[in-house]
């Protein structure tokens, strides 16, 4: 009978232990995706693939498309807040997937660095969405109804020219509201510390 006890303690504590290691590798995944996420520097470079799919656009399509009466206010400036970000950028993602499916099975089928840059783009608001998720904190809830492009040729070439300036022009807003992250900084200073260190002891030859 001690034994059988004995063994339900161990079994008992194993469990207690391997719950806390879970818990705890949880909250260090969380913590590291919290620190890798730059949120500012990962706008700026999806603007930069959103701006190239835009000229790669333009050349495969025209550039003198004119303007998608109906606009797109999803994609509008807005005070900031996660949930709205999050709207915003989930409208996004699936608007450039209807640009590259149209361009890739209709009008462009044969330009794939078109539609490579355009792919690129989709998972760079996707991982910007996922960073902005860690900074903000807030679900897109309710969700905006899908992008709906238009039937006839001109005007899907139209809807998605304007879809993608318009989304340029919001990363480009949305850029301007992160503020410069100063860790950065203080991890430099904190290298050329450790550096200047070494070279006192002596370890660095």
């Known amino acids: 009978m ?35 996420c730059r949120p500012k520097e990962l706008t700026a470079l999806t603007k930069s693939v959103v701006q190239e799919s835009l000229t790669g656009f333009e050349k495969a399509n025209g550039g003198h498309l004119g303007t998608w009466p109906p606009g797109f206010p999803e994609l509008r400036e807005h005070h900031v807040q996660g949930s709205k970000v999050q709207c915003s950028l989930l409208f996004m993602s699936q608007g450039l997937e209807k640009v590259l499916n149209d361009q890739r099975n209709n009008l462009n089928p044969k330009d794939v660095s078109l539609h490579e840059k355009l792919k690129e783009a989709i998972s760079s608001v996707h991982r910007l969405a996922e960073c902005a998720k860690n900074i903000l904190i807030g679900e897109c809830s309710p969700k905006p109804p899908p992008p709906n492009m238009p039937r006839h040729a001109f005007e899907r070439k139209q809807w998605s020219h304007t879809l993608l300036k318009t989304a340029r022009d919001y990363l480009n807003w949305l850029e301007s509201k992160f503020p410069v992250q100063k860790n950065k900084i203080k991890r430099k200073a904190t290298e050329a510390t450790h550096q200047k260190y070494l070279e006192g002891s002596g370890y660095l030859l």
Not at 20 to 31: E, F, I, R, V, W
């Open 2 to 36: 001690k034994y059988r006890a004995g063994s339900v303690t161990v079994l008992c504590a194993w469990m207690v232990i391997t719950m806390q290691s879970l818990d705890a590798g949880h909250a260090a995944k969380k913590h590291a995706a919290a620190v890798s």
